[in-house]
Protein backbone atom coordinates (compact mmCIF):
# COMPACT_ATOMS: atom_id res chain seq x y z
CA UNK A 1 0.00 0.00 0.00
CA UNK A 2 2.79 2.81 0.86
CA UNK A 3 4.17 1.75 -2.67
CA UNK A 4 0.62 2.70 -4.12
CA UNK A 5 0.53 5.40 -2.56
CA UNK A 6 4.25 6.90 -3.11
CA UNK A 7 3.58 6.16 -7.04
CA UNK A 8 0.60 7.98 -7.08
CA UNK A 9 1.92 11.08 -5.27
CA UNK A 10 5.10 11.16 -7.87
CA UNK A 11 2.74 10.68 -10.94
CA UNK A 12 0.55 13.72 -9.96
CA UNK A 13 -2.93 14.01 -10.62
CA UNK A 14 -4.52 11.92 -13.56
CA UNK A 15 -4.61 14.31 -16.29
CA UNK A 16 -8.62 14.93 -17.49
CA UNK A 17 -10.06 13.50 -20.27
CA UNK A 18 -10.79 15.12 -23.52
CA UNK A 19 -14.97 15.78 -23.89
CA UNK A 20 -15.90 13.31 -26.56
CA UNK A 21 -18.60 15.44 -29.23
CA UNK A 22 -20.05 12.98 -32.10
CA UNK A 23 -20.50 14.39 -35.19
CA UNK A 24 -22.07 13.99 -38.64
CA UNK A 25 -22.51 16.19 -41.59
CA UNK A 26 -25.38 16.16 -44.24
CA UNK A 27 -24.98 17.70 -47.99
CA UNK A 28 -28.27 19.28 -49.35
CA UNK A 29 -26.78 20.89 -52.20
CA UNK A 30 -23.39 21.80 -54.14
CA UNK A 31 -23.21 24.60 -56.80
CA UNK A 32 -21.50 26.87 -58.58
CA UNK A 33 -17.90 24.87 -59.10
CA UNK A 34 -15.71 27.28 -60.15
CA UNK A 35 -12.07 25.82 -61.66
CA UNK A 36 -10.33 29.35 -62.22
CA UNK A 37 -11.24 30.17 -58.36
CA UNK A 38 -11.06 26.38 -56.90
CA UNK A 39 -14.50 27.20 -54.97
CA UNK A 40 -17.45 25.30 -54.63
CA UNK A 41 -21.01 26.37 -52.77
CA UNK A 42 -21.82 24.06 -50.31
CA UNK A 43 -25.68 24.02 -48.59
CA UNK A 44 -24.91 21.55 -45.38
CA UNK A 45 -26.25 20.59 -42.05
CA UNK A 46 -23.54 19.75 -39.23
CA UNK A 47 -25.12 17.95 -36.21
CA UNK A 48 -23.34 17.18 -32.91
CA UNK A 49 -24.21 14.76 -29.57
CA UNK A 50 -22.71 15.74 -26.47
CA UNK A 51 -22.97 14.98 -22.77
CA UNK A 52 -20.31 17.83 -21.24
CA UNK A 53 -22.92 21.14 -20.60
CA UNK A 54 -19.91 22.99 -20.37
CA UNK A 55 -19.24 22.67 -24.23
CA UNK A 56 -21.48 24.70 -26.81
CA UNK A 57 -20.15 22.64 -29.78
CA UNK A 58 -22.27 25.26 -32.60
CA UNK A 59 -21.39 28.56 -31.34
CA UNK A 60 -17.20 27.37 -31.16
CA UNK A 61 -17.69 25.88 -34.83
CA UNK A 62 -14.87 27.25 -37.35
CA UNK A 63 -14.65 25.96 -41.09
CA UNK A 64 -10.72 25.91 -41.96
CA UNK A 65 -11.32 25.74 -45.68
CA UNK A 66 -13.98 28.56 -46.19
CA UNK A 67 -13.12 30.63 -49.95
CA UNK A 68 -15.20 33.64 -48.39
CA UNK A 69 -16.04 34.19 -44.71
CA UNK A 70 -18.53 37.27 -45.59
CA UNK A 71 -21.09 35.75 -47.38
CA UNK A 72 -21.18 32.55 -44.83
CA UNK A 73 -24.49 31.56 -43.39
CA UNK A 74 -25.35 29.55 -40.21
CA UNK A 75 -28.76 29.34 -38.15
CA UNK A 76 -29.14 26.68 -34.99
CA UNK A 77 -31.87 24.89 -36.69
CA UNK A 78 -31.98 22.60 -33.87
CA UNK A 79 -31.23 22.61 -30.13
CA UNK A 80 -32.43 19.89 -27.64
CA UNK A 81 -31.74 17.73 -24.58
CA UNK A 82 -32.49 14.11 -24.43
CA UNK A 83 -32.76 11.35 -22.12
CA UNK A 84 -33.04 13.64 -19.26
CA UNK A 85 -30.74 16.28 -19.83
CA UNK A 86 -28.13 14.15 -19.93
CA UNK A 87 -27.13 14.24 -23.58
CA UNK A 88 -27.58 17.46 -25.86
CA UNK A 89 -28.10 17.43 -29.29
CA UNK A 90 -27.50 20.44 -31.89
CA UNK A 91 -28.20 20.71 -35.83
CA UNK A 92 -26.92 23.77 -37.45
CA UNK A 93 -27.58 24.74 -40.98
CA UNK A 94 -24.41 26.24 -42.86
CA UNK A 95 -24.63 28.05 -46.57
CA UNK A 96 -21.39 29.53 -47.82
CA UNK A 97 -18.06 28.88 -50.48
CA UNK A 98 -15.23 26.39 -49.67
CA UNK A 99 -11.76 25.90 -51.11
CA UNK A 100 -9.88 23.10 -52.01
CA UNK A 101 -6.84 23.46 -54.58
CA UNK A 102 -7.75 21.20 -57.41
CA UNK A 103 -5.30 19.09 -59.25
CA UNK A 104 -6.33 19.60 -62.97
CA UNK A 105 -3.34 16.78 -64.48
CA UNK A 106 -5.99 14.82 -65.74
CA UNK A 107 -8.22 16.91 -67.32
CA UNK A 108 -11.16 16.52 -68.64
CA UNK A 109 -10.79 12.68 -67.28
CA UNK A 110 -9.63 13.82 -63.74
CA UNK A 111 -11.37 12.74 -60.07
CA UNK A 112 -11.65 15.65 -57.65
CA UNK A 113 -12.76 15.62 -53.99
CA UNK A 114 -14.87 18.33 -52.92
CA UNK A 115 -14.10 18.88 -49.10
CA UNK A 116 -15.73 20.93 -46.24
CA UNK A 117 -13.33 20.88 -43.14
CA UNK A 118 -14.30 22.22 -39.41
CA UNK A 119 -12.56 22.35 -35.80
CA UNK A 120 -13.40 23.60 -32.60
CA UNK A 121 -11.80 27.34 -31.89
CA UNK A 122 -12.11 27.41 -28.40
CA UNK A 123 -10.61 24.31 -27.42
CA UNK A 124 -8.00 22.06 -28.34
CA UNK A 125 -7.43 17.97 -28.77
CA UNK A 126 -6.55 18.06 -24.68
CA UNK A 127 -9.92 19.46 -24.31
CA UNK A 128 -12.34 18.09 -27.39
CA UNK A 129 -12.20 15.26 -29.25
CA UNK A 130 -14.96 14.52 -31.87
CA UNK A 131 -16.16 11.14 -32.97
CA UNK A 132 -17.64 9.99 -36.43
CA UNK A 133 -18.98 7.25 -37.77
CA UNK A 134 -18.81 6.26 -41.39
CA UNK A 135 -22.51 6.64 -41.36
CA UNK A 136 -22.22 10.13 -40.57
CA UNK A 137 -21.71 11.26 -43.79
CA UNK A 138 -24.78 11.80 -45.86
CA UNK A 139 -26.34 13.52 -48.93
CA UNK A 140 -29.43 14.28 -50.20
CA UNK A 141 -31.40 11.86 -52.36
CA UNK A 142 -31.71 14.65 -54.96
CA UNK A 143 -28.17 16.14 -55.17
CA UNK A 144 -27.31 16.68 -58.70
CA UNK A 145 -23.55 18.59 -59.94
CA UNK A 146 -24.53 19.28 -63.61
CA UNK A 147 -21.45 18.04 -65.54
CA UNK A 148 -20.38 15.64 -62.94
CA UNK A 149 -21.22 11.66 -61.25
CA UNK A 150 -21.13 11.91 -57.34
CA UNK A 151 -19.28 9.51 -55.49
CA UNK A 152 -19.43 7.47 -52.22
CA UNK A 153 -19.15 10.36 -49.41
CA UNK A 154 -16.74 9.75 -46.25
CA UNK A 155 -16.09 11.34 -43.26
CA UNK A 156 -13.16 10.89 -41.11
CA UNK A 157 -11.94 13.14 -38.17
CA UNK A 158 -8.17 13.55 -37.40
CA UNK A 159 -5.80 15.65 -34.94
CA UNK A 160 -4.33 18.84 -36.73
CA UNK A 161 -2.44 21.75 -36.02
CA UNK A 162 -0.84 25.61 -36.90
CA UNK A 163 2.24 25.94 -36.75
CA UNK A 164 2.45 28.96 -34.36
CA UNK A 165 1.41 29.24 -30.85
CA UNK A 166 -0.87 32.98 -32.26
CA UNK A 167 1.37 34.44 -28.98
CA UNK A 168 0.19 31.59 -26.30
CA UNK A 169 3.50 30.62 -25.53
CA UNK A 170 1.95 27.02 -26.22
CA UNK A 171 1.06 25.05 -29.42
CA UNK A 172 -2.44 23.32 -29.49
CA UNK A 173 -3.99 20.31 -31.17
CA UNK A 174 -7.01 20.76 -33.04
CA UNK A 175 -9.47 17.62 -33.71
CA UNK A 176 -10.45 18.64 -37.25
CA UNK A 177 -13.06 16.93 -39.08
CA UNK A 178 -13.06 16.73 -42.79
CA UNK A 179 -15.96 15.63 -45.16
CA UNK A 180 -15.33 14.38 -48.62
CA UNK A 181 -17.39 14.07 -51.69
CA UNK A 182 -15.51 12.03 -54.64
CA UNK A 183 -16.79 13.95 -58.07
CA UNK A 184 -15.86 12.95 -61.81
CA UNK A 185 -16.85 14.10 -65.13
CA UNK A 186 -18.36 11.62 -67.31
CA UNK A 187 -16.28 9.98 -69.78
CA UNK A 188 -18.39 9.72 -73.29
CA UNK A 189 -19.61 13.36 -73.42
CA UNK A 190 -16.60 14.78 -72.32
CA UNK A 191 -14.74 12.54 -74.67
CA UNK A 192 -17.01 13.56 -77.76
CA UNK A 193 -17.10 17.19 -76.95
CA UNK A 194 -13.30 18.01 -76.45
CA UNK A 195 -11.21 14.90 -78.02
CA UNK A 196 -13.91 14.18 -81.17
CA UNK A 197 -12.85 17.81 -82.36
CA UNK A 198 -9.39 17.67 -82.20
CA UNK A 199 -9.13 14.32 -84.00
CA UNK A 200 -11.02 15.56 -86.65
CA UNK A 201 -8.65 18.57 -87.27
CA UNK A 202 -5.90 15.82 -87.55
CA UNK A 203 -7.10 13.05 -89.69
CA UNK A 204 -7.94 16.41 -92.11
CA UNK A 205 -4.44 17.12 -91.88
CA UNK A 206 -3.82 13.72 -92.64
CA UNK A 207 -5.43 14.60 -96.02
CA UNK A 208 -1.32 16.61 -96.93
CA UNK A 209 -0.04 13.00 -97.23
CA UNK A 210 -2.12 11.83 -99.87
CA UNK A 211 -2.34 14.85 -102.40
CA UNK A 212 0.51 14.36 -105.37
CA UNK A 213 3.82 16.23 -104.19
CA UNK A 214 3.39 18.36 -107.22
CA UNK A 215 0.25 19.88 -105.24
CA UNK A 216 2.68 21.91 -102.97
CA UNK A 217 0.31 24.69 -102.61
CA UNK A 218 -2.63 22.49 -101.37
CA UNK A 219 -0.64 20.45 -98.90
CA UNK A 220 0.97 23.45 -96.99
CA UNK A 221 -2.25 25.02 -96.95
CA UNK A 222 -4.18 22.04 -95.22
CA UNK A 223 -0.99 21.56 -92.76
CA UNK A 224 -1.42 25.50 -91.64
CA UNK A 225 -4.64 25.77 -92.30
CA UNK A 226 -5.17 22.74 -89.55
CA UNK A 227 -2.33 24.00 -87.28
CA UNK A 228 -4.05 27.50 -86.81
CA UNK A 229 -7.15 25.35 -85.76
CA UNK A 230 -5.52 23.92 -83.33
CA UNK A 231 -4.27 26.29 -81.69
CA UNK A 232 -7.80 28.38 -81.98
CA UNK A 233 -9.10 25.24 -80.09
CA UNK A 234 -6.41 25.36 -77.13
CA UNK A 235 -7.12 28.76 -76.28
CA UNK A 236 -10.46 28.00 -76.09
CA UNK A 237 -9.77 25.45 -73.84
CA UNK A 238 -7.63 27.51 -71.72
CA UNK A 239 -10.11 30.05 -70.96
CA UNK A 240 -12.32 27.65 -69.04
CA UNK A 241 -9.02 26.78 -66.76
CA UNK A 242 -7.65 28.47 -64.03
CA UNK A 243 -3.55 30.30 -64.12
CA UNK A 244 -1.90 26.54 -63.34
CA UNK A 245 1.95 25.60 -63.79
CA UNK A 246 1.72 22.29 -65.13
CA UNK A 247 0.03 20.63 -68.12
CA UNK A 248 -2.95 18.58 -68.49
CA UNK A 249 -4.08 15.88 -70.32
CA UNK A 250 -5.60 18.36 -72.97
CA UNK A 251 -2.31 20.02 -73.52
CA UNK A 252 -0.25 16.83 -73.78
CA UNK A 253 -2.92 16.28 -76.74
CA UNK A 254 -2.89 19.31 -78.10
CA UNK A 255 1.26 19.26 -78.30
CA UNK A 256 1.07 15.51 -80.09
CA UNK A 257 -1.47 17.12 -82.60
CA UNK A 258 1.22 20.19 -83.00
CA UNK A 259 4.07 17.31 -83.59
CA UNK A 260 1.69 15.63 -86.12
CA UNK A 261 1.12 18.75 -88.10
CA UNK A 262 4.98 20.22 -87.92
CA UNK A 263 6.29 16.72 -88.74
CA UNK A 264 3.85 16.35 -91.74
CA UNK A 265 4.97 20.03 -93.09
CA UNK A 266 8.69 18.93 -92.47
CA UNK A 267 7.76 15.63 -94.67
CA UNK A 268 6.09 17.88 -97.90
CA UNK A 269 9.15 19.90 -98.07
CA UNK A 270 11.22 16.84 -98.39
CA UNK A 271 9.08 15.64 -100.75
CA UNK A 272 9.21 18.87 -102.83
CA UNK A 273 12.97 17.98 -102.72
CA UNK A 274 12.86 14.76 -104.07
CA UNK A 275 9.92 16.02 -107.02
CA UNK A 276 12.52 18.64 -108.25
CA UNK A 277 15.04 15.90 -108.32
CA UNK A 278 12.39 13.66 -110.58
CA UNK A 279 12.37 11.05 -107.61
CA UNK A 280 8.28 10.92 -108.06
CA UNK A 281 8.29 7.46 -106.52
CA UNK A 282 10.65 7.69 -104.04
CA UNK A 283 8.40 10.75 -102.93
CA UNK A 284 4.43 9.14 -102.74
CA UNK A 285 5.79 6.34 -100.78
CA UNK A 286 7.42 8.88 -98.27
CA UNK A 287 4.28 10.43 -98.12
CA UNK A 288 2.05 7.14 -97.29
CA UNK A 289 4.52 5.98 -94.50
CA UNK A 290 5.08 9.07 -93.05
CA UNK A 291 1.00 9.20 -92.61
CA UNK A 292 0.60 5.76 -90.87
CA UNK A 293 3.77 6.29 -88.86
CA UNK A 294 2.68 9.76 -87.79
CA UNK A 295 -0.87 8.91 -87.63
CA UNK A 296 -0.25 5.77 -85.17
CA UNK A 297 2.31 7.45 -82.88
CA UNK A 298 -0.19 10.14 -82.32
CA UNK A 299 -3.62 8.02 -82.15
CA UNK A 300 -1.15 5.46 -79.81
CA UNK A 301 0.31 7.90 -77.74
CA UNK A 302 -3.39 9.90 -77.08
CA UNK A 303 -4.25 6.46 -76.34
CA UNK A 304 -2.28 5.50 -74.16
CA UNK A 305 -3.39 8.89 -72.24
CA UNK A 306 -6.59 8.80 -71.65
CA UNK A 307 -6.17 4.87 -70.68
CA UNK A 308 -3.80 5.69 -67.75
CA UNK A 309 -5.63 8.97 -66.62
CA UNK A 310 -8.70 6.83 -66.16
Not at 179 to 190: D, G, M, T, V
Not at 293 to 303: A, I, R
Amino acid sequence: MLAVALALFFAGPASAEPSKVQVGVHINDVHDLDLKTHSYGVDLYVWFRWTDPKLDPAATLEFANPFETWSQTRQLDYEKPVKDGAVYRQVVRVNGRFTRKLRLDDYPFDRQTLAVEFEDHRSGSSALVYEASPDAATVAPTLELPGFVLGTPRISVAEGGYPTDFGEGKRHGYSRVRFELPIRRPLLPYGAKLLVPILCVVLCAGLMFLFHPKHVDSRVGIGITALLTVVALQITLNDELPEISYLVLMDKVYLGAYLFMLSGLGVVVRTTWLLERGLVGRAIRMDRWALAVLLTLYLGGTGLMIWASL
